[in-house]
């Protein structure tokens, strides 16, 4: 039994991520070296860090672009802001997918940067004209 150093909760050694196997100790003895974060807690945060790193990138992102709707100016609240892609022929993956800046900005600059209602807008005319676009 271990307990996890972030949760506080004793669990078994199983539910450790081992980080040297068969470590040889000088008394002659091997043990597995276990990790002080249980398996649930590194999950909680790695996908933290994944997160903080994909806000982190789209600031940039936005930053690069003007950091502004490029219709109507918007420009309060991050995560209301989009990439829409203004030939969808030509995207090769979506944004949100990247975690490099360097090979985000070649995506983005196919890009107009539009908040979300503009962008439901833009959709929704394009449908408009064309409904078999969609």
Excluded: W
Excluded at 4 to 20: A, L, P, W
Excluded at 44 to 62: D, M
Excluded at 67 to 91: I, M, Q, S, V
């Amino acid at each position: 039994m271990k307990i996890c150093k972030y949760c506080n909760i004793n669990k078994e050694d199983t539910e450790f991520r081992i980080k040297n196997k068969n470590k040889q100790l000088k008394n002659g003895n091997v043990v597995d070296f276990r990790s002080n974060q249980c398996y649930e807690c590194e999950k909680i945060e790695s996908n933290n860090r994944n997160k903080a790193l994909k806000l982190n990138l789209k600031q940039k992102l936005v930053n690069y672009k003007g950091g502004k709707c490029e219709r109507c100016g918007y420009n309060e609240c991050l995560d209301a802001l989009d990439f829409h892609h203004k030939d969808p022929f030509k995207k090769e993956f979506a944004i949100s997918s990247s975690y490099n800046f360097e090979k985000s900005i070649i995506e983005v600059d196919k890009c107009s940067l539009l908040c979300k209602n503009c962008h439901t807008k833009l959709h929704k005319d394009v449908l408009i004209k064309n409904p078999h676009s969609a």
